[in-house]
């Protein structure tokens, strides 16, 4: 049988920390050899690619300046949120783990977020309507088959967040328990 256990968000946003993030140094150092990789080397003002974790220890001890994902600038956020209301049969192509990367930098870098409210009104915006659409196939899922759902251009694999895929993994682990005890228990009758 399947495993249903969903993640913690405190698990997800864990994971996250893996996302690569852009720092400018503010120390010199020697490339780190470290279990998750190497990383560096570190000069002055010269920007490099880390894991957000680091970042974000560097950014606790003063050693560094971190650059958003391009992706979290207000508007740009804003402009996929309107797409995301606007094409209601299609996820929009966001970041994996944006839901957990935009919590954990406001928690932790409140003040190089942007300033706007507007950036966390539309975050909620998105994953509402993404968990609205998402909702919307498997309702079609249990009226349809497979096929002509997806035809009509929603694509789990590659549109789906983290979160969201974590969010139905306990759906989808528990239907194919049903569907495999569905084919299996006509095989145990005959015997």
Same mark, same amino acid.
């Given at each position: ?35 998750? @990789?190497?990383?560096?080397? $570190? ?9 957000? %974790?680091?970042?974000?220890?560097? !950014?606790?001890?003063?050693? &560094? ?5 391009? %992706?979290?600038? *207000?508007?740009?956020? @804003?402009? &996929? &949120? ?5 094409? !209601? ?20 870098? !409140? ?27 498997? &309702?079609r899922l249990t009226r349809t088959d497979v096929d002509s759902v997806l035809a009509k251009g929603h694509k789990l694999n590659?549109? *789906?967040? @983290? ?7 306990? $759906? ?20």
């Open positions: 049988m399947f495993q249903s256990q969903n993640l913690t968000h405190e698990e997800l946003e864990h994971i996250s920390q893996d996302t690569s993030v852009q720092i400018i140094p503010l120390f010199e150092a020697p490339r780190l050899f470290l279990i998750s @990789g190497e990383f560096g080397p $570190f000069h002055p003002n010269v920007t490099i690619n880390v894991p957000l %974790w680091l970042a974000l220890a560097l !950014k606790k001890r003063g050693s &560094c300046t971190i650059f958003l994902q391009p %992706w979290f600038q *207000t508007d740009k956020v @804003g402009r &996929c &949120c309107m797409r995301e209301k606007r094409d !209601k049969n299609k996820l929009q192509l966001v970041p994996f783990h944006y839901v957990e990367t935009a919590h954990t930098v406001s928690k932790y870098l !409140k003040e190089d977020m942007p300033k706007e409210v507007k950036l966390q009104s539309y975050l909620d915006d998105i994953i509402s309507v993404r968990q609205n659409k998402i909702r919307e196939l498997f &309702c590659q549109e *789906t967040s @983290g979160l969201e895929l974590n969010m139905i993994r306990s $759906f989808v682990c528990s239907s194919m328990d049903s569907l495999n005890t569905f084919f299996l228990e006509p095989e145990v009758i005959e015997n």
